[in-house]
């Protein structure tokens, strides 16, 4: 069996061969289902015959801001030249699979990435009817976050690089005591496997492991059932969920038990339970085909934790990528301090700057006078004041429209604030934290008055990610300016009013946001870096 080491190095090999291949072109349910009507309606028939690969592209990313005005799928990797995005690595790990593939529906997120490696003769294929998924060797507490195969143990060994196998059912976001009643906790044996716990060391043999997903294949006969299942019920009024909701209903030991269980549901709403019992009726007894790449990692990209340790630390995924630390950037020599663990993406940094440890930068202008702490995340900004960005600061601006009038706009957080938390009361907002500090007192300090206008969205949801308190100003250097005071007002509890400004929550940010005018500020910032790197070559 090949060392932890050379299996790793195989990983990293081969997915630099699919980057190189890629590189020549360099080109979650109800979404799904409606995809799957658009498709009819552009096509009619001719899409039973197509290969479609169907990626959901992050939804509001409230865990991962800096993506939420263009989509998780989108999001910028510390590699390539010029970067490569979420989009381009998704596209060159599947670059193999339509040569081995029937016409049918591949479904995967846009905030993971499997990295994997097999033997030159194995091939993976998606050509069996029902479902197929791709499945990975996890630690057992990484089953209780993703979804879990209880595979059928006289179909599976656990050897090899790739097995093909069959699953007796599937569990979602199960609790540990559920993974070993079920039967899903397997024992790593001489011939087994990897740790895919997004980045925790490799196992030691013989330690403990589920099969948890990825991505998956649906098959046509499939995919026309659930078209007519969607057009049977008309609007769908509940978010009902395409690895939950579908999966949970195949396989021979599947029942209708979890069309009740609401635990791992955001928002809880009437129809769900009656849609769910419909979709088990209408895919029990299907299917559901699982490839196990034994040789595999899965990484999780989605929250601001996961993307500032897999981006700065040394990660195994820093390793297997070839993530850089600088990656198509302008940066001078003469810049005070750009620390090793920091990463700094299509960017420019200007003489005198300083970025300090696990720090990401990604499409900015950093000036001369700035100073950015550790583990802090500074997206689509224009820094051209003095200042000391604090530790732990996220800030991401975004151009909007507003009147037919381009605007700018920046919020700045903590890394650890909880944008997804809400109260229902007014009364109840004290309880809600802006870096370290209650809501509450931040508003007195801002001279924000607490009413019903607020908040943004309706009275049950109050939290930050609706809080209207971040300035609408008329240069994008500016509206840094003003969120980055906000903050030090917070952080020294002295006042800074807000009176005269128009106030913006997120929620309303990506209503009113101007992708045109974002992507101009990108490429701006891409031309003066092309520029750059011309002067050095004719200077040479």
Known sequence: ??????????????????????????????STLHVLRCLEDLY??????FIVLLIHSGGYSQRLPNASALGKIFTALPFGDPVYQMLDLKL???????????????????????????????????????????????????????????????????KGGLEYTSCHHFLHKPDVETMRQCGAVCVRGNSSQLSSSGDHSDSEMDSECVYTDSIFYMDHSIAKQLLMFYKQIGTLSCEIDAYGDFLQALGPGATQDYTKNTSNVTKEESQLVEVRQKLYSLLKGTALNVIVLNNSKFYHIGTTQEYLFHFTSDSKLKFELDLLPVAFSSFSEKAESLDQSASVIQSILEPGCSVGPGSVIEYSRIGPEVSVGKKSIISGSHINLKVDIPSNCFLSSLSIKMND?????????????????????????????????????????????????????????????????????????????????????????????LNGFKLLSVEEMLTYKDVEDMLKFRKQIYDEICLQRRKEKSDL
């Open 405 to 497: 009038k381009v605007k700018y706009i920046s919020m700045v957080f903590s890394v650890e604030d909880d944008l997804k938390r809400s109260v229902k009361l007014l009364s109840e907002i004290h309880s809600l934290q802006f870096f370290g500090v209650s809501l509450l007192e931040c508003l007195e300090l801002w001279g924000v008055k607490v009413s019903d206008q607020l908040f943004s969205s309706e009275n049950t949801r109050l939290g930050l990610w609706t809080a209207r308190i971040f300035p609408v100003c008329s240069t994008l250097s500016e509206s840094v300016r003003m969120s980055l005071k906000m903050l030090n007002s917070v952080q020294h509890m002295s006042a800074f009013k």
């Open 44 to 49: 009619g028939d001719k899409w039973t015959s």
């Open 1 to 30: 069996m090949p060392a932890v080491g050379e299996r790793s190095a195989a990983r990293r090999e081969a997915t630099g061969r699919r980057l190189a291949r890629f590189a020549a072109l360099r080109g979650n349910g109800g």
């Open 92 to 158: 060159a790990m599947y670059i193999d699979f339509p040569s081995h593939m029937k016409p049918g529906i591949l479904v995967t997120c846009s905030d993971d990435l499997e990295l994997y490696s097999t033997g030159l003769t194995e091939t993976i294929t998606f050509d069996k009817p029902g479902f197929t998924a791709l499945a990975h060797p996890s630690d057992v507490t990484v089953g209780t976050t993703h979804g879990v195969f209880v595979l059928d143990p006289s179909s599976f060994s656990g």
